[in-house]
């Protein structure tokens, strides 16, 4: 029975490598649907969310290499707006904020602000273009502002640092940003 679900879905399981100068990571996802859209964990690709030169690639299980983009911001506004009850007319808001808050957070990646100023950046127009929004959608500008503003989290860069000074490797610095960052 295990095999034979296992034979079933193994075409749609995929391994996420992730690149740095510094650091590597592996993790696993699943293909959703026929465009190629995966879901995966935030700790799979949060190095290449933090470092603009990360490499990105989709194994699958033939051996096939791709590049990927990453649009989990939007995403996970939605589904922490949905885990946090919100009413579905505030669904396609909250996906507007987190596509917004991720997009302008990557394009400041691009420039020399760092990440503090990026996220801060990303946190102010996420802000004023969440309310606008929930005007629009007739939702309190709070569920939609903190919805955008989940996917800025620093949880992954505070999980870095514990794990760089617990094994001695530094970690200082990804600690002081995510402090400023949160």
């Known amino acids: 029975m295990v095999a034979r679900v296992a034979r079933a879905v193994e075409k749609s399981v995929v391994a996420i490598d992730v690149r740095t100068t510094g650091e590597s990571g592996t993790g696993s996802g699943v293909i959703i ?12 690709v949060a190095m290449a969310a933090e470092d603009k030169s990360a490499l990105t690639e989709v194994v699958f299980y033939d051996r096939t290499r791709v590049p990927a ?30 596509a917004i808050g991720a997009g302008v957070t990557g394009a400041l990646y691009l420039t020399s602000l760092g990440p503090v100023f990026s996220y801060a950046i ?9 309310g606008l929004a929930a005007r629009r959608a007739l939702t309190p500008p709070l569920v939609i502002a903190v919805a955008g503003i989940t996917p800025l989290l ?11 000074l617990m094994n001695g490797t530094g970690g200082g610095r990804k600690m002081a940003t995510a402090v400023l960052i949160g």
């Open 33 to 44: 649907d026929k465009s190629g859209y995966i879901v995966t964990n935030n700790h799979v």
């Open 69 to 98: 983009r990453i649009i989990g911001g939007a995403i996970a506004a939605v589904a922490f707006a949905l885990a946090s009850y919100a009413e579905r007319r505030a669904l396609s808001a909250a996906f507007f904020a987190g």
């Open 154 to 164: 620093p949880g992954s860069a505070i999980y870095r640092g514990m794990y760089g």
């Open 122 to 130: 990303a946190a102010i127009i996420v802000g004023l273009l969440g």
